[in-house]
T-cell receptor, first 115, second 110 residues
Framework: KAGVTQTPRYLIKTRGQQVTLSCSPI?????VSWYQQTPGQGLQFLFE???????NKGNFPGRFSGRQFSNSRSEMNVSTLELGDSALYLCASSSKVGQSLVEAFFGQGTRLTVV | QKEVEQDPGPLSVPEGAIVSLNCTYSNSAFQYFMWYRQYSRKGPELLMYTYSSGNKEDGRFTAQVDKSSKYISLFIRDSQPSDSATYLC??????????FGKGTRLHILP
């Protein structure tokens, strides 16, 4: 069974640009969550999608947005990039929703560097 | 006070030793308590999870939750160099958001 696939693995962007990251969940998983990981803040929750609907959102500015498609694939977009957006962006998929949504499987992440 | 506190380490122990990793938390609504392991340049992988208080054992790993003290632990017995990684505790409440600790870097010395 293929794992969670994130593309691209590495990305370098300039301040002010926008970026789109992609996540393909494990086949059959309908829940996709996005996280930002930095050395200073650790893993921080961005948002979660289930069946194309955003179920939860973390405390990030509106420059961070996401969506989920009917095949459960998800994208996240960051507009007007800032240097502080440099981070590892991780996607996790799960087969359950609501109670006992515990077993999240992570992709390898996209390393975004903003220069 | 942060919702989840975890000592960043690094923690260095000799091979074969028992490792104890800990987290404290402040939100009494957390119900699920998880431990993830993250190797360098990889995404986190779920090691174990526990619902509410109590112990759970899986091979060399034991997870403990003490809800009265808001304290969780992960013990690794007979530690191996391959256990060298960053260990993240995580917690989930009724709102389904997972809150992670910042992770403890563990080095097992051969």
């Amino acid at each position: 069974k293929a794992g969670v696939t994130q593309t691209p693995r590495y990305l370098i962007k300039t301040r002010g640009q926008q970026v789109t990251l992609s996540c393909s969940p494990i086949s059959g998983h309908r829940s996709v969550s996005w996280y930002q990981q930095t050395p200073g803040q650790g893993l921080q929750f961005l948002f979660e999608y289930f069946s194309e609907t955003q179920r939860n959102k973390g405390n990030f500015p509106g420059r961070f947005s996401g969506r989920q498609f009917s095949n459960s694939r998800s994208e996240m977009n960051v507009s007007t990039l800032e240097l502080g957006d440099s981070a590892l962006y991780l996607c996790a998929s799960s087969s359950k929703v609501g109670q006992s949504l515990v077993e999240a499987f992570f992709g390898q992440g996209t390393r975004l560097t903003v220069v | 006070q942060k919702e989840v506190e975890q000592d960043p380490g690094p923690l260095s122990v000799p091979e074969g030793a028992i490792v104890s990793l800990n987290c404290t938390y402040s939100n009494s609504a957390f119900q699920y308590f998880m431990w993830y392991r993250q190797y360098s340049r990889k995404g986190p992988e779920l090691l174990m999870y526990t619902y509410s208080s109590g112990n759970k054992e899986d091979g060399r790993f034991t997870a403990q939750v003490d809800k009265s003290s808001k304290y969780i632990s992960l013990f690794i017995r007979d530690s191996q160099p391959s256990d060298s990684a960053t260990y993240l505790c995580a917690m989930r409440g009724r709102d389904d958001k997972i809150i992670f600790g910042k992770g403890t870097r563990l080095h097992i010395l051969p």
